[in-house]
């Protein structure tokens, strides 16, 4: 699971989640009695009808919605044909939908009985908040895909490492700038302040006088870090348009080749793909 996936739209569904289960502890009705100081009055917990359509309903969709960015690529994230994170946002709908019939009539049918006072109970804090939050949640699920401010990552990539001395081991793990560098052809050796990877001055022979081989094209194209703002799929390299994985935000990806304006990708499961999208790329 990488939680450097979550957007900031996901931040709002967990944020409106939260706020939907503290509602859930708070009234379901209020009264205003004239010479009663105080009634206890139930939470939300208290009506299956809430509890069900508007609590549960709305927690469900939040923890679908954040699972769908948070598992792998690999994992399974369809139920009957459909994405989680489409059935996430229905539940998120639904929940909004439920909370607002409950306080436009928070006493359901009971104030219709002729027998029942008319000025039955108003719809309580913890209901109107859940109302809040469950509107919050469904407008930030259907939003985050058509809404670029949304689409951005949460948790922003950590910055580039700074070079390490002369002879230091580079710090992090694999996925990071300086935690790997790209190897050398063998027998070179890395000038004083010039990064691995970069073409390698050749002396001249000392027998023959001639000039050292140029290096080929390819070796002008330098390896390096970078992380995409959003998430962006890695095709395989033979062509063919069916993805090998997913590039998520927040997380440093290695470029080992350069394809016209493409990018030769590699994972940190050590894959590699291309990406054909490189706009907004961020440099390490």
Sequence with gaps: MNIRSLTRGD???????????????????????????????????ASGPVLMSVVLAGIIGAVLIVLTRVLPQS???????????????????FAAWSALGNVIDPAGGANN????????????????LALIATLVMAAAAIATPLVPAL??????????????PYGAQPQGGYGYPGAHQPQQPYGAQPGAGQPFGQP????????QGAPAPQPAAAADFSPFWFAVPVTRPLFAEDGSQNPIAELAP????????QRGAALVAQTQDGRR????DTSGIQRG
């Design 11 to 45: 931040g709002v569904v967990i944020g409106a989640a939260v706020v939907l289960f503290i509602a859930s502890f708070l009234d379901n009705y209020s009264y205003d009695v004239q010479g009663i100081d105080s009634i206890d009055l139930p939470s939300l917990w």
């Design 75 to 93: 994992a399974p994230r369809k139920v009957a044909g459909l994405e989680l994170g489409q059935f996430g946002a229905a539940f998120a709908v």
């Design 113 to 128: 009985i002729s027998t029942v006072s008319r000025s039955g109970p108003d719809a309580g804090t913890g209901l109107i």
């Design 151 to 164: 689409q951005a990552s949460l948790i922003p990539a950590p910055k580039p490492a700074a070079p390490s």
């Design 200 to 207: 390698q001055p050749q002396p001249q022979s000392a027998a």
């Design 250 to 257: 927040g997380t440093w990806y290695l470029a080992v080749e």
């Design 273 to 276: 793909g291309v990406l054909q």
